[in-house]
Nanobody, 126 residues
């Protein structure tokens, strides 16, 4: 079983950048595909980005493509989400998630993931 802890959230202005981190513990990190999701107030949790176990494949929601970059450092048991050109619509609680899968598949549904962090708040003001 893996435990996930996000960090890096905060309050920024539209157009700014922010980098989120998610550190995994309790299990071998490089067997997991990792994903980032977000949830805005009174909205469903939505997919943001995913990366496969070795970083060879990434996939993004259309709303963040070209602005966000997901990456991972298996030596540090950490997955990152670099967010550039932030928009007010990016506001929400950002969660990282893990699924044990050594494949090239891109997992975009919250139901695909078995483990979740507590979330970190990102607020983008206009």
């Amino acid at each position: 079983q893996v435990q996930l802890q996000e960090s890096g959230g905060g309050l920024v202005q539209a157009g700014d950048s922010l980098s989120l981190s998610c550190v995994a513990s309790g299990s071998t990190f490089n067997v997991y595909a990792m994903g980032w999701f977000r949830q805005a107030p009174e909205k469903e949790r939505e997919f943001v980005a995913t990366i496969n176990w070795n970083g060879a494949r990434t996939y993004y929601a259309d709303s963040v493509k070209g602005r966000f970059t997901i990456s991972r450092d298996n030596a540090k048991n950490t997955v990152y989400l670099q967010m550039n050109s932030l928009q007010v619509e990016d506001t929400g609680v950002y969660y990282c998630a893990a699924r044990a899968a050594r494949t090239m598949s891109a997992y975009t549904s919250s139901r695909d993931y078995d483990y979740w962090g507590q979330g970190t708040q990102v607020t983008v003001s206009s």
